[in-house]
C-alpha cells in the first residue's frame, strides 16, 4: 500500500485506505489506494452491499473550521445513479482528546497521525428525487432502502488491524 492519496494537487494519507470495520460490528468497508480511491461494503458476515465503487477525494477546506463538513477530509461515493442516486461520504478524523464543552469532538487528521487514531464516519447524501420528492415520498423511500438502507443504523468505524 502507498503512503498517499492523490488527488490533483492534493496529498493525503495513504492510512484512508484498508479495511474499516463498524464498532457494531455489522458492517465493513474496504478502501483500496488508487487513483480514484475505490470503496466497497459488505456485512461482517459476507454480504455484498457496494461493490468497488470510485470515490471523490475532496480535501477539509479548512481544517480548523467549526464545521466537520469543512474541517474533515472526505472520500465521496455515488451509490446509485451518478447525478441522481444517493450518496455517501466517508469523513475521516481524530478525537479531540483535550475537547471542552462547546468544542469540536472530532478533529481534521494531522500529517503523521497513527492509523490506530483515525476514525471514520459515514454521511449518507440526499439523493436528486429527494430534493424534488421530499424525505417521506414513497418512490424516494423505495430508493433509500435499495441504495442505502444498509447503512444503518450509524456508528463510527475504525481500521481493522
Known sequence: MSESIRTGSVLRPGCYAGIWQGRDGRLIFEIKDSLPPLVSARS??????????????????DPN???????LDVLEVELGS????????????????????GQSMWLHVPE??????IVMHLEPGPSF?????????DAVEELEAQEGGWLRPYCTYTRAE
Open 44 to 61: 461482517s458476515d459476507g454480504e455484498n452491499f457496494l461493490s468497488e465503487k470510485s470515490a471523490r477525494f475532496i480535501p477539509a477546506p
Open 65 to 71: 473550521a467549526s464545521i466537520a463538513q469543512r474541517r
Open 82 to 101: 451518478p447525478g441522481h442516486g444517493t450518496t455517501l461520504r466517508l469523513m475521516f478524523a481524530v478525537k479531540n482528546t483535550d475537547a471542552r464543552p
Open 112 to 117: 503523521g497521525a497513527p492509523t490506530s487514531a
Open 129 to 137: 428525487l429527494e430534493a424534488v420528492l421530499g424525505k417521506w415520498d
